[in-house]
């Protein structure tokens, strides 16, 4: 168990919905990251935050949004959804912006749009 | 922007062999970190290589790190069939207000009886 919890683990939602993705991060991390997992693809690193703000920002299309909450934990919102949203996205986290990046993935929210 | 490319994609080997996973980036970094995937499953830390000439062994798997080639290699000795599963390298692209991991495109192991 790497500490970092995301939920839900398994989402299905019908073209154009919006979902939202959340992620509690380690105790005590203040970084956490987001990535796309998909077949064609691979593991794309979508956005960043730190401490509540926005530090990096990836292949995240205009339709993705995140922030990042007082409490630390972090949420992926997902809108106008297609079909080709679909896929195992990560929230990991890590402790600072100092030092290596050792990053902790958490189980992943599968996403199913039909 | 970075690109880290690894190769082969996907790789059968024999239980007993030994082979290499190759991992070559683009831009400067001396921080690389090695994951393992099972299937549906997240990503397990396995590696983390700070330094250049850096190398770290656990069990049949040894990693390195070259930061003047940019090439890191993930080699497996004396595979067996529990090592099946998808590995990652991935670059720490860090400096200024930021820091994050640039990963590889996978390697899927497939190690048979």
């Known amino acids: 168990d790497s500490g970092v919890t995301q939920t839900p683990k398994h989402l299905i939602t019908a073209t154009g919905q919006r979902v939202t993705l959340r992620c509690s991060p380690r105790?005590?991390?203040?970084?956490v990251y987001w990535y796309q997992q998909s077949l064609d693809q691979g593991l794309q690193f979508l956005i960043q935050?730190?401490?509540?703000?926005?530090?990096a920002k990836g292949n995240i299309l205009e339709r993705f949004s995140a922030q990042q909450f007082p409490d630390l934990h972090s949420e992926l919102n997902l809108s106008s959804l297609e079909l080709g949203d679909s896929a195992l996205y990560f929230c990991?986290?890590?402790?600072?912006?100092?030092?290596?990046?050792?990053?902790?993935f958490g189980q992943g929210t599968r996403l199913t749009v039909v | 922007e970075l690109k880290v490319e690894q190769n082969p994609l996907f790789l059968s080997m024999q239980e007993g062999k030994n082979y290499t996973i190759y991992c070559n980036y683009s831009?400067?970094?001396?921080?690389l970190y090695w994951y393992r995937q099972d299937p549906g499953k997240s990503l397990e830390s396995l590696f983390v290589?700070?330094?250049?000439?850096a190398v770290k062994q656990e069990g049949r798997l040894m990693a390195s790190l070259d930061t003047k080639a940019r090439l890191s290699t993930l080699h497996i000795t004396a595979a067996v069939h529990d090592l099946s599963a998808t590995y990652f390298c991935?670059?720490?692209?860090?400096?200024?207000?930021?820091?994050?991991?640039?990963f590889g495109t996978g390697t899927l192991l497939a190690v048979q009886p």
């Open positions: 991935a670059v720490d692209e860090y400096g200024g207000a930021t820091n994050k991991l640039i």
């Open positions: 105790s005590g991390d203040l970084s």
């Open positions: 990991a986290s890590s402790a600072s912006l100092q030092g290596p990046t050792e990053a902790f």
């Open positions: 935050y730190y401490n509540g703000e926005e530090r």
């Open positions: 831009t400067t970094s001396d921080r």
């Open positions: 290589l700070l330094s250049n000439g």
